[in-house]
């Protein structure tokens, strides 16, 4: 597709379940970023890929939360033992190269119940 | 970090144009300053971005003083779709892109 694409667009699971987000970035973008945006906020940076490499992790909230990019394209954000507090929309953008204008898709709604 | 300051709401009327304004006082001189907005339920989306000089787009127009403290993006001729949340962002700059709290624009009919 032409844009950035996130699975599943909703995502409902129980307290303490692992579970794994997607993004599928503009093909040939090399920076890949994750977000998490609670109700009534802007979105909160979390990491930065660029290429298969985390250049930025900083605003991961924990070691529950990870993200891979193995080959540089898809990316997966993992969250372990889920929390209610971790409910939000996950957004996941895309850019040629770091510091050009990012395209966000249209997030993943998680609800831990 | 570039500190932003915007308005927290704004109305415009359907067909007017909409000057959204932000300061950016504390700016770094590589920063460029960019413009996303957030439409209810959806993604964060690019508008436009300048470094120094006016820029125009078939989005918007970005307006930047001289000093480079300020900004205003100006929607010629806003439409209900225009309603948005708008975020004014200093980019790239040791953190990454970071969202403030933004200024809720709402068109009225």
């Known amino acids: 597709g032409a844009g950035v694409s996130q699975t599943p667009s909703n995502k409902v699971t129980e307290k303490g379940k692992y579970v794994e987000l997607r993004c599928d970035p503009i093909s040939g973008h090399t920076a890949l970023y994750w977000y998490r945006q609670s109700l009534g906020q802007g979105p909160e940076f979390l990491i930065y890929f660029q290429g298969t490499g985390a250049a930025d992790d900083s605003g991961l909230p924990n070691d529950r939360f990870f993200a891979v990019r193995p080959e540089g394209s898809v990316s997966t954000l993992k969250i372990q033992r889920t929390e209610r507090g971790d409910s939000a929309v996950y957004l996941c953008?895309?850019?040629?190269?770091?510091?050009?204008?990012?395209?966000f898709g249209q997030g993943t709604r998680l609800t831990v119940v | 970090d570039a500190k932003t300051t915007q308005p927290t709401s704004m109305d415009c009327a359907e067909g007017r144009a909409a000057n959204l304004p932000c300061n950016h006082s504390t700016i770094s001189g590589n920063e460029y300053v960019y413009w996303y907005r957030q439409i209810h339920s959806q993604g964060p989306q690019y508008i436009i971005h300048g470094l120094k000089n006016n820029e125009t787009n078939e989005m918007a127009s970005l307006i930047i003083t001289e000093d480079r403290k300020s900004s205003t993006l100006i929607l010629p001729h806003a439409t209900l779709r225009d309603t948005a949340v708008y975020y004014c962002?200093?980019?790239?700059?040791?953190?990454?892109?970071?969202f403030g709290s933004g200024t809720q624009l709402t068109v009225l009919p």
């Open positions: 953008a895309s850019s040629t190269n770091y510091g050009t204008e990012a395209f």
């Open positions: 962002i200093p980019w790239p700059a040791a953190r990454q892109l970071t």
